[in-house]
């Protein structure tokens, strides 16, 4: 894994053992980076169940100014702050080790809210719709937030089209990224 353009373009990340989490490949990740080059300049990121942080890292390194990210696993956490240091972006990010849930209701009573949020759960557990569920009435969020939601493609997601506003869906070989933008 790396950071494929900007800043800290070349910075390989560390990841963490096991099958706890999914890097995301180098292809999707420029991917997903290409349909949203035109909105990362100076937003606020959040990175939920960060596994490595290099989501975050990459908006960061592509003109994002500043990021959050999650994750509740010990070593995940080690990898992220391992990888916020060698791409040099200890200023502008930070990571909270707790639950989704606890950590956005965190963010929420210091007042923070995001640009972008892109949310990598685990698959098949419906997490995504809890999530989901509480970003909507959330004061993180505001009117032009996007929020990204990686999914297997074996996930229902037609209730999403009938509560959010569903921008485009854009398929992989075994997952998908659902955009979903604010706009109350």
């Known amino acids: 894994m790396r950071i494929i353009a900007g800043k800290a373009r070349r910075t390989n990340l560390v990841t963490p053992e096991g099958s706890h989490t999914r890097p995301t490949s180098d292809r999707i ?4 980076f290409n349909m949203l080059q035109q909105e990362l300049y100076d937003v606020s990121f959040l990175d939920i169940f960060s596994g490595s942080g290099g989501i975050a890292l990459e908006a960061l390194s592509r003109g994002a100014k500043e990021a959050v990210m999650i994750d509740n696993d010990s070593e995940a956490v080690r990898c992220i702050k391992e990888n916020i240091k060698r791409t040099h972006f200890e200023d502008v990010a930070r990571v909270l080790k707790m639950d989704a849930v606890s950590a956005l209701k965190k963010l929420e009573l210091t007042g923070n809210k995001f640009d972008i949020i892109f949310m990598d759960p685990p698959y098949n557990h419906d997490i995504e719709a809890k999530i989901l569920s509480f970003l909507s009435g959330s004061d993180i969020v ?3 937030t996007l929020i990204i939601t990686e999914t297997s493609l074996d996930t229902d997601i037609s209730y999403m089209y009938d509560i959010y506003n569903v921008e485009k ?7 998908r990224h659902v955009f979903i933008r604010i706009d109350d």
């Open 29 to 32: 990740k420029e991917t997903l």
């Open 142 to 144: 505001h009117k032009d």
């Open 169 to 175: 869906v854009k398929e992989y070989k075994t997952n």
